[in-house]
Structure formats: structure tokens, C-alpha cells
């Protein structure tokens, strides 16, 4: 089946009446099991036209029309964002390709996320001298969260879509760990990383919550420093909310990450569980092994070639920092080491008492240790939507207006 972006266009008029296409643009999507694109009409609207490549792929969007069918206008209304619309859908050869309503705002790169965070795009119209100040995108991404995750699971359960407790979600994960360790290309010290992590029951206590299941960068649009929307819902579940942060470890500046987590505080009815981010680093670590058996399976061995490096990267980096397991920081380095036990030797020849100091419950009152959970980015998550061998898409999305007349 072609899948050029004119081909897309007539879809489009196929599938929503009163569509005339006059121009088309690129749109971010997982090249591997997706053609997309933006349509623009004769009256100046956008559609977003994603058409599958494969069974599975059809699949998903048909799983995620009824995810979408299921947000009926009321619970829509309890999000701060916007949501996809299915305006139309087309079947050739088995496949069903979808057209979406277009949605405000552009994906952001993870650098451009970090920058637009401190320095945001002012609104396109000024606002009122009375009215509330704009919140960060790192904030307005823990509010968004904290909204998703209270809803009732309910939702999801009427809908038949996948609902696991928390240990359902360590058993599923172990059993995808034993998966590619059959592959034999994943390093032996990262394999026993991560299962020591899954044996440490202590991580997976947690109250389960409805989850996007599939956020990264290339989910979320941005409008003039707006967070605009999600998209991307074929992975709607209840599961471990953990899921929904493993890609901010890929920010350069683990600040960004504690900000979301603390908006998200505030706005979820129940507070997160303290492990809650060493458990999105143990996803994002393992998301490089997904991402070869992935490409093991289909035989693609540019995708495997390409995880296999990011994994033998990452295996350097986890040794380089001593990092004892997924979000937990490793030992300071030995400079840091010397200087601190030389401090140590200063105070003790003053006169400073040298008892421990501790409160009544035995708690240090001088320590440098990090609060638990805090992230310390390696820097290797794999782009989630990027082609076969694994370059990402740049996040550049044709709803910013890069648009190219059809034929």
C-alpha cells in the first residue's frame, strides 16, 4: 500500500465530507508502523492522518478510537488539555487509516522542552493585568498528570481496555526482561541491574492509576508556552504512573523532572509513591532492550544495531558512575571523596564535639544525602518515534505551519 502524503490527502477526502486538500506537511509519528501527515483544506483546516503499515498497527489505532470514544465530553472537560477527535476513517486491504481534527500547538524536542520551560513563547494575546500568571511547562506538565491519573478507573475498566495491580506490572516486566535476555545482545551487568531492581519488592508498592501509557515528547504540543494536548492513546491502561515520567529522564537537567513530580503533588488526588521516579529510570533504561527486541523481532537489524549501541553506551555510563541501581546516584568521585574526608580531619582537630549529631528519632542533622528517587539522567533514551535506524524526527510538526502544496 503507497503511503505518499498525496495519497494520505485523498483519504482524508474520503474518509470527512467537505474536505478539498490543498497542501500537506509532515507530522511526528513511529515511522516503523506509521505513515502520517497534516492536510490542510480549501477552508483552511488541518487534519492529522495517520495510516498503519502493518496489522499491529491497525490495531492500535483502532484500540485508540475507542480510547477516545470513551473521554465523552464531560471527563474531557476535567483535563486541562486537549484530545483527539476522530473525524472520519478509511479501510484498504485490511488496514484502517484514521483522520483526526487538528489540534492547537507543535511538539517539542527535549532541549526546546528545557528551554521553553525558562524562557516561554509569550501568549498570542496579551492577557488582562488581572489575570492568574502562566504557570511553567514543567509545572503545567505535573498539573496535566496529576489530572490524568486521578481519573476513575472506571474509564478504562467500562472501555475493556487492560487494567493490572502493581504487582502485575513487576510480573509483566520481568517476564519482558526474561524476553531479551533470550536475545543475547544486552550486556550482563545491565541484565542484572534491572532484575535486581524487579526483585526489590520495596519499589513496587504503589496504588495503580489510569496512565497514558505511550507520553513522550513526540505526544505533546506546545502552543505559544500553552501545554496544548496529548495525543497518541492506543496504550491507555491502569498501571503504574511511573510509565507516564519515564521520559523526562532523557532531560539534561534533572530540576525539570522534580518540577513535574511536584505539580503533580498538588494536583493528584492521592500523593506518588517516594520510588515512584527510580521507577521511571528503571523504564527508560529498559525502554533501550524493548527497542532491540523490537527490532529482533521484525529483522531489522539496523534497529538492533542501533540499540545495541545505546545499550553498551549505557552500560559505560551505569559502570563510569558506580550508579548502584536505576535512580539512585553512585558514590561522589574521588576528588570529591578526598576533600570531604579532608573537612572531616579539619573539624576533628578543632574543638567542635565530635559525638555523632543526630535528633531524637536518630536522624542526621548534617548529611548530603539526595532525597530518594531523584534522577540522575544518562542521557540514553532511545527517540520513541524516530524510522529504522533510530534518528530521531527532530519533533518538528507541519501544525506549526510548514505546509507543501499537493500535486
Not at 503507497?2 to 500537506?24: D, F, K, N, S
Not at 498539573?143 to 490524568?148: D, F
Request: hydrophobic content about 35%; proline content about 8%; charged content about 20%.
Amino acid at each position: 500500500m503507497r503511503t505518499t502524503p498525496e495519497l494520505l490527502a485523498a483519504v482524508a477526502a474520503a474518509a470527512v465530507p467537505g474536505v478539498a486538500p490543498v497542501a500537506t506537511g509532515p507530522s511526528p509519528d513511529d515511522a516503523a508502523d506509521f505513515r502520517s501527515c497534516v492536510v490542510q483544506d480549501s477552508e483552511g483546516r488541518r487534519w492529522r492522518v495517520r495510516s498503519p503499515l502493518n496489522t499491529e498497527a491497525s490495531m492500535r489505532l483502532e484500540t485508540e478510537h475507542l480510547v477516545l470514544q470513551a473521554f465523552t465530553p464531560s471527563v474531557r472537560s476535567r483535563l486541562p488539555f486537549h484530545l483527539p477527535t476522530v473525524a472520519g476513517s478509511v479501510a484498504q486491504d485490511g488496514l484502517r487509516t484514521f483522520v483526526y481534527s487538528h489540534l492547537p500547538g507543535h511538539t517539542l524536542s527535549l532541549r526546546e522542552f528545557q528551554r521553553q520551560n525558562e524562557h516561554p513563547e509569550p501568549p498570542v494575546h496579551t492577557p488582562s493585568p488581572s489575570a492568574t500568571p502562566r504557570a511553567p511547562l514543567a509545572v503545567q506538565l505535573g498539573r496535566s498528570l496529576g489530572c490524568l491519573h486521578s481519573l476513575p478507573r472506571a474509564l478504562v475498566m467500562d472501555a475493556d481496555l487492560p487494567a493490572y495491580s502493581a504487582e502485575q506490572c513487576r510480573k509483566r516486566m520481568l517476564h519482558d526482561l526474561d524476553q531479551a535476555a533470550t536475545t543475547g545482545l544486552i550486556p550482563g551487568d545491565l541484565l542484572r541491574r534491572w532484575e535486581e531492581a524487579l526483585e526489590d519488592t520495596t519499589l513496587w508498592q504503589f496504588s495503580t492509576r489510569v496512565v497514558h501509557g505511550d507520553l513522550h515528547e513526540d505526544n505533546i504540543t506546545v502552543d505559544h508556552g500553552s501545554l496544548a494536548s496529548f495525543t497518541g492513546w492506543s496504550d491507555l491502561h491502569v498501571g503504574d504512573p511511573a510509565v507516564d515520567f519515564s521520559w523526562l529522564v532523557g532531560m539534561s537537567d534533572p530540576a525539570f523532572a522534580d518540577t513535574v513530580l511536584e505539580a503533580y503533588s498538588v494536583a493528584a488526588v492521592q500523593p506518588p509513591d517516594r520510588h515512584l521516579l527510580r521507577r521511571a529510570h528503571l523504564k527508560a533504561e529498559f525502554a533501550l532492550a524493548e527497542w532491540l527486541v523490537r527490532g529482533v523481532d521484525r529483522g531489522i537489524t539496523s534497529m538492533v544495531d542501533n540499540a545495541q549501541r545505546m545499550l553498551t553506551t549505557l552500560a559505560a555510563d551505569v559502570r563510569a558512575s558506580a550508579s548502584p541501581s536505576p535512580g539512585v546516584a553512585g558514590p561522589p568521585p574521588a576528588s570529591t571523596a578526598s576533600a570531604a574526608a579532608s573537612g572531616a580531619d579539619r573539624a576533628g582537630d578543632s574543638d567542635v564535639d565530635s559525638v555523632d549529631r543526630t535528633d531524637s528519632d536518630g536522624r542526621a542533622l548534617d548529611g548530603d544525602s539526595a532525597p530518594d528517587g531523584h534522577p540522575s539522567d544518562y542521557g540514553l533514551s532511545p527517540d520513541h518515534h524516530s524510522g529504522e535506524g533510530g534518528s530521531s524526527t527532530g519533533g518538528s510538526s507541519a501544525a506549526s505551519g510548514s505546509v507543501t502544496p499537493t500535486s
